[in-house]
């Protein structure tokens, strides 16, 4: 088990979502950086969809009450075991009563960490991610607080070796800040100049940005057709509203909606978009379904190149 | 016959939009659900969720195991197929929902209407809704068609919060909301009929050409 010792402002249970329930209106969810997540299980020795914790905002520590291993990733942060220097993307030991702080998020927006055997809370739709806006899934429907008991899952037959570490080079380009994207259900409505604004021009990430959608500020794309009958939409979808200002839906969004998608982020990319904070800025690239097919399935294997790392330190 | 073109575009890495037309129509949503129950009932390979809209089908599938090359033209052949067996989709099922009419815009749905309460009541509960589509949040059907002279827009500011099993209404459309949430719509009654459980199998009470008719419990 781990307990919340000190909760920061957001904490959840989140896992690689999909609930397979979009028919019903229930979003994919999961985690917003769902190859973090991924990269810290393989480091902690479990599935790379085991249900782990995603962090942001601020501050603060949790309490292993059993030796294990656990692995950090995503946002860079100061973080410290009972004192001792934590390292981001390495399998590290905890013993019981050790407490992992993290005093803040130096850069990115979403931490994950990853127990072996991860966090057992009940599987709702397939899924032990939580959706905050129904109020189900991970520990009771909402984010942690302080005394929280978090259980862990059995340790899954293997257990990486402390300092296993993954490089660098194969995680996302999270410091280019550029986002691919393919031709969104609705490209063809823009005009080519609203193509070239929004291929041309930086974006930055407004206030208002959280698991839902990310607004987007920079220049405004003329949208030609106010709203349209509903459709489907999913994690990644640019939608244009009618004020022109793009909005990048993410991990909870709803399933349908009625404004016009320009275009639809490149999943292998989601991260580096989900990773970015209010106030920075991201550049988007347009590419082929083929291509964003070929760099989803690249991180697949880098996936799997990081899992069998630990594998290997575990003997 | 049916001359219509089947289109289909990416939604992203994992999905397959198929456009069944440009003009939304009942009819054309009719054709839509059919071929979602049809696809269902297929179990085509690595096919996550289908989700029917008014003028596309949008499939969602498991992009690690099947390109969207592959995808697509065996989804368009599918729905080609579903196009000429429209008449073997299972039949749309058929849900009574019982409500307390004491909604806290009941009066207001009445005076703008120009009718009475009892009527507004009598005008709700007297058709049959169809399901065209879920989303909003998880469970919420959006039924069509109101009566005309019940048609309203929706209120100017929506509430912070409104209560699960609130039955609403907008524009040509009517609803019960599943979960607690904001909401903009005339709140005319509730029910005690849960519309979305995610403890439950199926979650969510109605489904996509669903048909609902209200009842009033007086």
Redesign the interface.
Known sequence: MITVSRAPPYLAVQDSG?R????????QGGAMDSFALAAANALAGNPLDAAGLEWALGGGSIKFERDTVFALSGAKVHATLSGQSVAPCTTVYARSGDELAIERISSGRFLYVAVNGGIEVPV??GSRST?L?????GHEGRTLKHGDPLPLGAPPGHSPAAGCHCAADLLPRYEMGIVHV????HSDLFDEAAWHTFTDSEYKIAPASDRTGYRLEGPSLRNPVGT???????P??IQVPGDGFPIALMADA????GYP?IA?????DLPILAQRSPGETIRFELIT??Q??RA??RR?SDLHTISQLAIRSSR | MNTTTLRAHPLGDSAVAIEFGTERSAALLDRIHAAARLLEAAGIPHVEDVVPAYLALTVFYDSHHASYGEMSAQLLEACEQTMQHTRDAPSPRTYVIQVHYDGMDLDAVAAATGLSVGEVIARHTARAYTVDLLGFVPGFAYLSELHPSLQLPRRPEPRPRVKAGSVAIAAAQTGVYPLDTPGGWHIIGRTETVMFDPTREPAALLRAGDVVQFQSTG
């Open positions: 999909g397979h329930a979009r028919a019903s209106g229930v979003p709702v739709l959706y806006p129904g109020h189900f899934g393919t031709r969104g259900t349209l009958p509903s459709a489907a939409s999913c990644g979808s709803p399933t349908v909606g998608k639809v982020v490149a999943e292998a379904i083929e964003s097919q989803l399935r697949a």
